[in-house]
T-cell receptor, first 113, second 115 residues
Framework: DSGVTQTPKHLITATGQRVTLRCSPR?????VYWYQQSLDQGLQFLIQYYNGEERAKGNILERFSAQQFPDLHSELNLSSLELGDSALYFC????????????FGQGTRLTVV | DQQVKQNSPSLSVQEGRISILNCDYTNSMFDYFLWYKKYPAEGPTFLIS?????DKNEDGRFTVFLNKSAKHLSLHIVPSQPGDSAVYFC??????????????FGTGTRLTIIP
């Protein structure tokens, strides 16, 4: 158990809909990272938050947004969903900004039908 | 632009032998490298890391080698065990680059240990 909790584990939704993925980082971790893994692909960095503020952005679509709340949990919002958004979405957390390693949650498998 | 590359999508190794997984990178700003292991339906788990000031780091059966001039790192697993069968991701970060601590991942190598 990495200590990072992601909910839900599975999500099936229709095209055009909006979903929210939730991540609770390890106790004490200030940084949260979101990654997307499409079929047979590597992990693509989406966005990072540190102590409530956005730190870095990767290849995140404009239809996607995220935030980190005062209690440090984070949410990834995906809207106007398309079939191609079907993927595994991972959240990771780390202690400090210049981290040694990040700990990953089990992921949310999103299926858009 | 794939800054971290794992050119072998899969590798099969006999149990008890050495497994060698390779990774190449292009960004000279990377100064910290990690290997993650991933089982199906689970998140990646940290395995071993190495700073750019070192050329080798060892942890039990796992050793990571870094060749900065070649921008190449490798993970050696000796001896290989059936439980090592998983997808292995190489990752890199630029810790000295404030505001750019994200991990950049390779596409992974699926390791299969043959009993």
């Amino acid at each position: 158990d990495s200590g990072v909790t992601q909910t839900p584990k599975h999500l099936i939704t229709a095209t055009g809909q909006r979903v929210t993925l939730r991540c609770s980082p390890r106790s004490g971790d200030l940084s949260v990272y979101w990654y997307q893994q499409s079929l047979d692909q590597g992990l693509q960095f989406l966005i990072q938050y540190y102590n409530g503020e956005e730190r870095a952005k990767g290849n995140i679509l404009e239809r996607f947004s995220a935030q980190q709340f005062p209690d440090l949990h984070s949410e990834l919002n995906l809207s106007s969903l398309e079939l191609g958004d079907s993927a595994l979405y991972f959240c990771a957390s780390s202690v400090i900004r210049a981290y040694t390693e990040a700990f990953f949650g089990q992921g949310t498998r999103l299926t858009v039908v | 632009d794939q800054q971290v590359k794992q050119n072998s999508p899969s590798l099969s190794v006999q149990e008890g032998r050495i497994s060698i997984l390779n990774c190449d990178y292009t960004n000279s700003m990377f100064d910290y490298f990690l290997w993650y292991k991933k089982y199906p339906a689970e998140g990646p788990t940290f395995l071993i890391s190495i700073s750019s000031i070192k050329d080798k780091n060892e942890d039990g059966r796992f050793t990571v080698f870094l060749n900065k001039s070649a921008k190449h790192l490798s993970l050696h697993i000796v001896p290989s065990q059936p439980g090592d069968s998983a997808v292995y991701f190489c990752a890199a970060s630029a810790r000295s680059n404030f505001g750019n601590e994200k991990l950049t991942f390779g596409t992974g190598t699926r390791l299969t240990i043959i009993p």
